[in-house]
């Protein structure tokens, strides 16, 4: 739920949301450095190693929600996609901030959508659940029209790029404006990242080391170099 609560200077805003096996609390109670999430560390172990990848909440995931957390004024009443959701953590970040959500994965992995629905249900989060599998054009994708497109840890298939910006393009191409704000690990390469861009036509507005606004009580529990980027449509690409 998401409680707000009115002190004598400010406005304190706390959402606390629920996942299979962890927890995770976003507070701005005007601490500063402090604001942020705060999550069970095991968030990041499981026992079974072969477990879906869409049931895990991945560290990119983690640090994406908290960066929608951060940005929330931007996010409230925008639309918003979120590619290969899986847990969803930064769909439901956004939706707890007022986003108008739609939580997309594979079409076929009805075992993770059915996953998003319950942890929809379990969070009381007014999301819109849809397959859409990344390079295939069935009609729901043509109804979507978000302001921000969100991807974590979507980056980790390289035979799945091209698919993957394929879609990112057409969206961002029946929304004008639209960015997209995708986390991953750097294993994936950026100077391939950088050439996919040049390919379908798009343009790099903001890099950032993935840790670089995290406090230090939030990452101690994170590993690897993740870098945040927000792409967009190179301006003047023929449609």
């Given at each position: 739920?998401?409680?707000?609560?009115?002190?004598?200077?400010?406005l304190?805003?706390?959402?606390?949301l629920?996942?299979?096996?962890?927890?995770?609390?976003?507070?701005?109670?005007?601490?500063?450095?402090?604001?942020?999430?705060?999550?069970?560390?095991?968030?990041?172990?499981?026992?079974?190693i072969?477990e879906?990848?869409?049931?895990f909440?991945?560290?990119?995931?983690?640090?994406?929600?908290?960066?929608?957390?951060?940005?929330?004024?931007?996010?409230?009443?925008?639309?918003v996609?979120?590619?290969?959701a899986?847990?969803?953590?930064?769909g439901?970040?956004?939706?707890?901030?007022?986003?108008?959500?739609?939580?997309?994965?594979?079409?076929?992995?009805?075992?993770?959508?059915?996953?998003?629905?319950?942890?929809?249900?379990?969070?009381?989060a007014?999301?819109?659940?849809?397959?859409?599998?990344w390079?295939?054009w069935?009609?729901?994708?043509?109804?979507?029209?978000?302001?921000?497109?969100?991807?974590?840890?979507?980056?980790?298939?390289?035979?799945?790029?091209?698919?993957?910006?394929?879609?990112?393009?057409?969206l961002?191409?029946?929304?004008?404006?639209?960015?997209?704000?995708?986390?991953?690990?750097?294993?994936?390469?950026?100077?391939?990242?950088?050439?996919?861009?040049?390919?379908?036509?798009?343009?790099?507005?903001?890099?950032?080391?993935?840790?670089?606004?995290?406090?230090?009580?939030?990452?101690?529990?994170?590993?690897g170099?993740?870098?945040?980027?927000?792409?967009?449509?190179?301006?003047?690409?023929?449609?």
């Amino acid at each position: 739920s998401t409680r707000v609560r009115r002190p004598a200077t400010t406005l304190a805003l706390c959402a606390d949301l629920t996942l299979p096996g962890n927890s995770f609390t976003y507070t701005n109670d005007g601490s500063g450095e402090e604001d942020g999430f705060r999550g069970c560390s095991s968030a990041f172990r499981r026992n079974n190693i072969e477990e879906d990848y869409g049931m895990f909440v991945w560290p990119c995931s983690v640090i994406l929600a908290e960066y929608v957390w951060q940005q929330r004024p931007r996010f409230s009443r925008s639309r918003v996609v979120e590619l290969g959701a899986g847990t969803s953590l930064p769909g439901l970040v956004a939706a707890k901030v007022g986003a108008h959500v739609t939580l997309t994965d594979i079409a076929h992995n009805t075992e993770v959508l059915d996953n998003i629905q319950q942890i929809c249900s379990l969070n009381n989060a007014n999301c819109t659940v849809l397959g859409l599998t990344w390079g295939d054009w069935d009609e729901p994708v043509f109804d979507l029209h978000p302001d921000i497109i969100l991807g974590a840890d979507v980056l980790y298939d390289s035979a799945k790029f091209d698919d993957l910006f394929a879609t990112v393009t057409f969206l961002l191409e029946n929304s004008p404006g639209a960015v997209f704000i995708t986390t991953y690990h750097n294993r994936s390469g950026h100077h391939l990242i950088e050439f996919l861009m040049v390919k379908w036509g798009l343009k790099c507005l903001k890099l950032l080391d993935g840790f670089s606004f995290l406090p230090s009580c939030k990452a101690d529990s994170l590993q690897g170099n993740i870098q945040l980027v927000e792409i967009t449509l190179e301006k003047g690409k023929p449609k």
